[in-house]
């Protein structure tokens, strides 16, 4: 079976990326010119993706929103040096398209979320979120299903950390869209 290894010793480029093969059973992404790999995520992670994803297209239907809600695509993020990186959900306002040379979105998403597994480190994490916000992301939200909480970052500002009744909102990307922490997460029982 083939897998996604660069060659050795080289920075990848997107097109580099784009033509290896997919790996089972890990999740990866292009970081700065090398595929960082991840383990699938679990299944409390894709109990609160899918819940999280839910609500913003619900919200989405009822207000006839331009906006393209998403689960783990690629977000071009950078060129040089080649970063791809796939948020748990995404938002994305107007009619934006894949590029017609790659399978993925060029820039990063109006609003990214990433969903704490027990696989993170909080170095990778904020690595992250700074590549989402340097690249053009409005908001990144970082749910944590441990401690049932909500960070929300913004670019040039500290992140505040949501917990219980403390809503978040979807700011200029879903406007009038709030939610309370505890709200982002499905019920213990159904996780």
């Not at 060659?7 to 890990?26: H, N, Q």
């Not at 783990?72 to 040379?101: I, K, M, Q, Y």
């Not at 597994?117 to 340097?134: I, T």
């Amino acid at each position: 079976m083939a897998t996604r290894r660069e060659p050795e010793g080289r920075l990848l480029s997107i097109d580099d990326y784009a033509r290896l093969p997919d790996d089972e059973g890990t999740w990866d992404e292009l970081v700065r010119g090398r595929v960082v790999r991840e383990p699938l995520p679990q299944p409390t992670h894709g109990a609160v993706m899918a819940h999280v994803g839910h609500m913003f297209q619900t919200f989405i239907d009822a207000k006839g929103l331009d906006v393209q809600c998403g689960m783990h695509s690629g977000f071009v993020l950078a060129e040089t040096p080649a970063t791809v990186r796939g948020p748990d959900v995404w938002l994305v306002r107007g009619n934006r398209r894949t590029s017609a040379v790659h399978p993925w979105y060029e820039g990063a998403p109006d609003l990214a979320v990433e969903v704490l597994s027990p696989s993170n480190r909080p170095r990778e994490m904020n690595e992250k979120v700074r590549d989402y916000l340097a690249a053009g992301a409005a908001v990144v939200w970082v749910l944590d299903p441990q401690h049932r909480t909500v960070a929300v970052h913004r670019k040039d500002a500290p992140p505040r950390i949501l917990a219980g009744v403390e809503e978040a909102d979807g700011e200029e990307v879903l406007p009038g869209f709030r939610v309370s922490a505890e709200e982002c997460f499905p019920a213990p029982e159904r996780q």
